[in-house]
């Protein structure tokens, strides 16, 4: 599967599965302008792999539009844009505040809304072609203890691709979307030994994802062998959820 000639905009690109699938598009042969609001991260991520860095907060609709003329500046219309930036706090629901609410709103959902949107006006307006990938949860299928708004905005990304790929099909654009199950990221790390080996007795391969297998399903959605799938939702979970 090869990229070359092409710009992949990847958010979330200074760890974790962000940081993955940026290092997998470039070794593919990708131009990765690479986004994330961690200026150090983001650093250390394009030393690795090349490419640009693109310091920006996804929660500023007003940043996005800056990011977006940047990034066309630098390489011209991307040939694959990846939602993957997210965050999240695990606790119940009745511990929530308001502030979490929005900032997971902003981030996880509205982000990569406002992202897609700047970056297929200049797409659509040449008549160009573009591969979306937004990286959202099983969580966001079948729901998550302590996750509860976390996978609200993770089924939203779920039904915003679904629906954005019937709008884009008549213009050759592919939306697709792949969904984490628990997977060994600095995320993972902060979450209690005892939720942290629930879930891993509760993989049927009995392991964490690693980084690098979701940004395999990616590169598959990113490359040409995926011209023809569009609106789909990939889990790579390790049987976690067997969802049809």
């Known amino acids: 599967m090869e990229l070359d000639d092409k710009v992949a905009v990847v958010t979330g690109a ?20 690479a ?3 961690d200026a150090e991260g983001l650093a250390e991520t394009v030393r690795a792999i090349g490419g640009t860095a693109h310091q920006a907060d996804l929660s500023d609709a007003q940043a996005i539009q800056t990011l977006r003329d940047e ?14 930036a997210g965050f999240d706090r695990v606790e119940p629901f009745m511990d929530n505040d308001d502030a979490l609410w ?30 979306i990938v937004n ?7 079948v729901g998550s203890l302590g996750e509860t708004v976390y996978a609200g905005t993770k089924g939203g990304l779920i039904s915003f691709t679904k629906s954005l790929a019937r709008e884009m099909a008549r ?3 592919n ?6 199950g628990p997977t060994d990221t600095p995320l993972f790390a902060t979450l209690p030994d005892k939720v942290r080996d629930g879930l891993v007795r509760a993989i049927p391969f009995r392991r964490l994802a690693q980084p690098e297998e979701i940004a395999d399903a990616v ?26």
């Open 14 to 33: 200074a760890s974790g599965i962000g940081r993955a699938i940026a290092a997998t598009l470039a070794r593919a042969g990708a131009t990765v302008a």
């Open 35 to 37: 986004v994330d609001r």
């Open 71 to 84: 990034v066309i500046a630098a390489h011209g219309l991307p040939g694959v844009i990846v939602n993957a």
């Open 102 to 131: 929005e900032a997971l709103v902003a981030v996880n959902f509205l982000g990569p809304v406002r992202l897609t949107k700047a970056l297929l006006e200049p797409i659509l307006a040449e008549q160009a072609t573009t591969k």
């Open 135 to 141: 990286i959202a949860s099983d969580a966001g299928r």
């Open 171 to 173: 213009y050759k654009i």
């Open 175 to 180: 939306v697709n979307c792949v969904c984490p």
């Open 219 to 244: 590169l598959f959605f990113a490359s040409d062998r995926a011209n023809y799938v569009t609106g789909q939702v990939l889990s790579v979970s390790g049987g976690l959820t067997m969802a049809g």
